[in-house]
């Protein structure tokens, strides 16, 4: 029952992140520039790849899309930790892919992103590794 605990309380880690990162993104000013300036350009210049679309739209889009990715790890993560954990313990495919899926946001985390996600990160990713290290034991 540990092991299921462990990985599902990591799990909840990366959604609530991921909950509250979609909320940041569509209200309220935390994740905009400082720079009112920069706001209006970047509704106003288009990226390289496309005139379909600008800067903005897609700052949007991407904070957007990333906060899915950390909401559907942690429904995921969750669920298997919980509902089937037969699938997820016996499976190195999912073990593995978990285990990736938190060591790149953990790159992304200190790389380029701030202490508070980070620190959540760490901790996410710290509970996951202890969850399968206790089916070990």
């Known amino acids: 029952m540990l092991p299921r605990l462990l990985i599902a309380a990591g799990a909840l880690i990366v959604l609530t992140l991921g909950v509250l990162h ?16 920069l706001i209006a350009r970047m509704k106003e210049v288009s ?12 700052w949007i889009g991407f904070n957007a899309s990333h906060s899915c990715s950390a909401i559907l790890f942690g429904l995921i993560y969750g669920y298997f930790a919980l509902v089937q954990p037969a699938a997820l313990f016996g499976s190195w495919f999912l073990s593995i892919l978990g285990a990736v899926f938190l060591g790149f946001y ?23 590794v202890a969850g399968f290290l206790a089916v070990l034991t």
């Open 106 to 128: 953990l790159f992304l985390g200190k790389r380029y992103w701030f202490s508070t996600p980070l620190r959540g990160l760490i901790i996410a990713s710290i509970l996951y």
């Open 47 to 58: 990226p390289v790849i496309t005139r379909e679309t600008t800067m903005w739209k897609t």
């Open 22 to 37: 979609l909320i940041l993104t569509f209200r309220g000013p935390k994740l905009t520039p400082r720079d009112p300036e």
